[in-house]
């Protein structure tokens, strides 16, 4: 069974740029979670959807934005990128509130 | 919001020794995960331990939610267990909260 696939893997973008990272889930995974992880704050919640609707936002601008599609694939967006966006993007996949979540490999920005 | 604490932060370690990982939250929570996070970044699943002790090979865990801790035993270590290990907590609303991790170094 395919785990969770995160595209790309590594992207170089220029200050005030946007970008579009895309998460495919665990086939029969309706749950799809968004994480950053930087040297300085470490791992921290983005948000949440589930059946294309998001349940759950953590504490980041408004510059940082996702969907969730009908076949449960989501894409996070950041507009106007900072240096200080510079991270490891996370995608976690789970059945559902409450369930073991797996994660994909990651997409690595850079912003510079 | 809930404290999750790991500890010790770093953690040295011969090929061959036992060391035991420690997790701790500051409420009540419905789930708990351990990862450990591979040199290309993945978080890869250990145990999914809301409550009470699994086992994986050299790998074990055991949850006392009642008293709010997780421990993670690693016996009979390998340079492969080298990285950095994550302790995840969830409460109701549905996000992981991470600890800010154990990093373990196996020296061969």
């Not at chain 1, 040297?39 to 921290?44: A, E, I, K």
């Not at chain 2, 340079?79 to 600890?99: E, H, K, P, W």
Request: charge should be positive; proline fraction near 4%; aromatic fraction near 10%.
């Amino acid at each position: 069974k395919a785990g969770v696939t995160q595209t790309p893997r590594y992207l170089i973008k220029t200050r005030g740029q946007q970008v579009t990272l895309s998460c495919s889930p665990i086939s029969g995974h309706r749950s799809v979670s968004w994480y950053q992880q930087t040297p300085g704050q470490g791992l921290q919640f983005l948000f949440e959807y589930f059946s294309e609707t998001q349940r759950n936002k953590g504490n980041f601008p408004g510059r940082f934005s996702g969907r969730q599609f009908s076949n449960s694939r989501s894409e996070m967006n950041v507009s106007t990128l900072e240096l200080g966006d510079s991270a490891l993007y996370l995608c976690a996949s789970s059945k559902g509130t409450n369930t073991e979540a797996f994660f994909g490999q990651g997409t690595r920005l850079t912003v510079v | 919001g809930i404290q999750v604490e790991q500890s010790p932060p770093d953690l040295i370690l011969q090929e061959g020794a036992n060391s035991t990982l420690r997790c701790n939250f500051s409420d009540s929570v419905n789930n708990l995960q351990w990862f450990h996070q591979n040199p290309w970044g993945q978080l890869i699943n250990l145990f999914y331990i809301p409550s009470g002790t699994k086992q994986n090979g050299r790998l074990s865990a055991t949850t006392v939610a009642t008293e709010r801790y997780s421990l993670l035993y690693i016996s009979s270590s390998q340079t492969t267990d080298s990285g950095v290990y994550f302790c995840a907590v969830m409460r109701s609303q549905g996000n992981l909260i991470f600890g800010k991790g154990t990093k373990l170094s196996v020296k061969p």
